[in-house]
């Protein structure tokens, strides 16, 4: 089985300030990781991915993460948060052996930054 | 301007009546989902195509059916059988079910049942 956790429903930051927005994993073999973003009653956009390689993963508007996998931990990181940032924030997980098709995701971090 | 449209936006429904959600892409992806988001619970898989004329259930299928006649359309029904039916509704695409492929949604209808 896999699962995801992001242990924080909201995360508070003030413009101008790095962020962090948490995510672990669970799967029985080796993981592809995703964080996508949602704004207010719109679809998922998607961010970032890790597939291979290199653990410090680059994505768009900004945005990276870290692959951390002794910590199954996937968290995604901005050294200059912006306004505009502020949206909910989904990671999400897909066994790469088993579950084909399948992705698993959290139940979502909403990231509030204020000016 | 490629993407994933679903319609309607926002969608009312009386009890006991089933009620078909659209989703069409233009991406030329072998693969589609849906899922339903719920307040506080994230995004839960209801049904997923891998190709044309083959589906398979998610984690939520009872009281949902889905059809996959042509590789751009992957419309889902909620049937009188879903026992609680109001949620937001996700369409979403991918080049294949293949792990490492991100995917893309639609921007989501609405359904409220009363």
């Known amino acids: 089985a896999q699962s995801v956790a992001q242990p924080e429903d909201q995360v508070n930051v003030a413009e101008g300030n790095p962020l962090t927005v948490k995510c672990t994993y669970s799967v029985s073999g080796n993981p592809y990781l995703f964080w996508y973003v949602q704004y207010p009653n719109r679809g998922l956009q998607f961010l970032l991915k890790y597939i291979t390689g290199d653990n410090l993963v680059k994505g768009s508007y900004g945005f990276e993460a870290e692959f951390n996998k002794s910590q199954t931990s996937f968290h995604l990181k901005k050294p200059s948060a912006l306004v505009s940032d502020s949206a909910l924030y989904f990671c999400a997980v897909r066994d790469r052996e088993t579950n084909a098709g399948k992705s698993t995701f959290g139940d979502g971090t909403t990231l509030t930054v204020k000016p | ?114």
């Open chain 2, 1 to 114: 301007d490629g993407g994933i449209t679903q319609s309607p936006k926002y969608l009312f429904r009386k009890e006991g009546q089933n009620v078909t959600l659209s989703c069409e892409q233009n991406l030329n992806h072998d693969a589609m989902y849906w899922y339903r988001q719920d307040p506080g619970q994230g995004l839960r898989l209801i049904y997923y195509s891998q190709i044309v004329n083959d589906f398979q259930k998610g984690d939520i299928a009872e009281g949902y059916s889905v059809s996959r006649e042509k590789k751009e359309s992957f419309p889902l029904t909620v049937t009188s059988a879903q026992k609680n039916p109001t949620a937001f509704y996700l369409c979403a695409s991918s080049i294949s079910t293949s792990s490492s492929y991100e995917q893309y949604f639609g921007p989501g209808t609405r359904l409220t049942v009363t």
